[in-house]
């Protein structure tokens, strides 16, 4: 299918352990932006890459890491889950970084 | 870092009515978007508009880039308009990467009664 998918839909882990949410585009958009949202603090940027091996840090990167060897994948990794990271993460992708983001769907990321 | 601010919080609407929802920026931007979140969590791009006028069927979007506001009006609203209305920016010029990628302002939470 077209478009821009996040997997899993919904996730719980336990406090300590690693896990790897992911995304998936398909129309070779150059920019992919990782954001979680929570109440009080919006959408906040975690991680974004301009291309293919290229990314850089955004608002609150602390406890995730990302990699993107291929245009259409941008994974990422929560390296210990920590209940502050309880939280819903977005995934978006866009042609350039000035052109409209497009979302994914979400992950809702339970951490007990 | 650029502040963004929306107004009003919160908006109750009869179906049929018009609404403006407002954003102010602090600092020259060369990227605004709004975004409609709906109901069930789905993030909408509305317009890509660093400055001028869109429109897109009921909805149009104004952006005065110099008096730093961007305006997001809804004509004939309707039930399905219901959600948070996210104004985003991106300080022109922004030199401190990710940290200065699209800011989200706090949202517009819209509710349209039928």
């Known amino acids: 299918d077209a478009g821009i998918t996040q997997s899993p839909r919904y996730k719980i882990t336990e406090t300590g352990r690693q896990v790897t949410l992911m995304c998936h585009q398909t129309w070779s958009h150059s920019y992919m932006f990782w954001y979680r949202q929570d109440l009080g603090h919006g959408l906040r940027l975690i991680y974004y890459?301009?291309?293919?091996?290229?990314?850089d840090k955004g608002e609150v990167p602390d406890g995730y890491v990302v990699s993107r060897s291929k245009t259409e994948n941008f994974p990422l990794t929560l390296e210990s889950a920590t209940r502050s990271q309880t939280s819903v993460y977005f995934c978006a992708s866009s042609w350039t970084e000035l052109y409209g983001y497009t979302f994914g769907s979400g992950t809702r990321l339970t951490v007990v | 870092g650029i502040q963004v601010e929306q107004s009003p919080p919160d908006l109750i609407l009869q179906e049929g009515a018009n609404s403006t929802l407002r954003c102010n920026f602090s600092?020259?931007?060369?990227?605004l978007q709004w975004f409609h979140q709906n109901p069930w969590g789905q993030l909408i791009n509305l317009f890509y508009i660093p400055s001028g006028t869109k429109q897109n069927g009921r909805l149009s979007a104004t952006t005065v880039a110099t008096e730093r506001y961007s305006l997001l009006y809804i004509s004939s609203s309707q039930t399905t308009d219901s959600g948070v209305y996210f104004c985003a920016v991106e300080r022109q010029g922004a030199t401190q990467g990710g940290s200065e990628k699209l800011v989200f302002g706090k949202g517009t939470k819209l509710t349209v009664n039928p």
């Open positions: 600092d020259s931007v060369n990227n």
């Open positions: 890459s301009a291309a293919a091996d290229i990314t």
